[in-house]
């Protein structure tokens, strides 16, 4: 039988721990600093992305206006012959030596028109068809129950979590307009 390892091993912290105020307060500044420093190099980076992203847009505006308009002329193209592409209509699916050519219906929506909600719901209802076509949700108001927590103390399931949290904030000053 093999001995049993009485002994742990872990890794030994490598974080500095400030031993004074004053050591707490330049630990403080160096986050701040480092802050601001990632900050300046996430800006640089963002400026090269957004010239490298707009240098590709323009190298590739010309292509997307071509496809735009072969598109356009085929679409009209294949309308204008569809009988006979289509064998009389019994097939939407057309193959062509280059590609495919197809008509396809997209799934059936339901659009209710800007601002017609309200009228649309007060018809759905004189009709007598709320049971079918309104839907009605319940939902738990959790800002009810964060007002008045005594109310709902022996509810099973339901508890009120709070936590505190640690926040380091350097000091920074921003430039005045």
Request: a neutral charge.
């Amino acid at each position: 039988m093999a001995p049993k390892n009485t002994r742990t091993k872990s890794a030994a912290s490598t974080v500095p721990v400030p031993q004074s105020r004053d050591q707490a307060v330049d630990a403080i500044a160096q986050i701040g600093q480092s802050q601001r420093e990632q900050a300046r190099i996430e800006a640089a980076m963002n400026d090269e992305l957004s010239a490298i992203k707009q240098r590709y847009e323009e190298a590739a505006t010309p292509f997307k206006k071509q496809i735009g308009d072969l598109t356009a002329g085929v679409q009209t193209w294949c309308e204008a012959n569809r009988a006979v592409l289509t064998d009389g209509n019994k097939t939407k699916t057309v193959n062509l030596s280059s590609g495919v050519v197809k008509w396809r219906l997209t799934p059936p929506s339901v659009k209710v028109g800007r601002g017609m909600t309200a009228a649309v719901l007060a018809a759905i209802r004189l009709a007598g068809l709320a049971d079918l076509f309104i839907r009605t949700t319940e939902e738990l108001n959790k800002e009810a129950v964060l007002a008045a927590p005594e109310k709902v103390a022996g509810v099973g399931g339901l508890t009120i979590h709070q936590a505190e949290e640690f926040v380091i904030e350097p000091y920074a000053e921003e430039i005045a307009a």
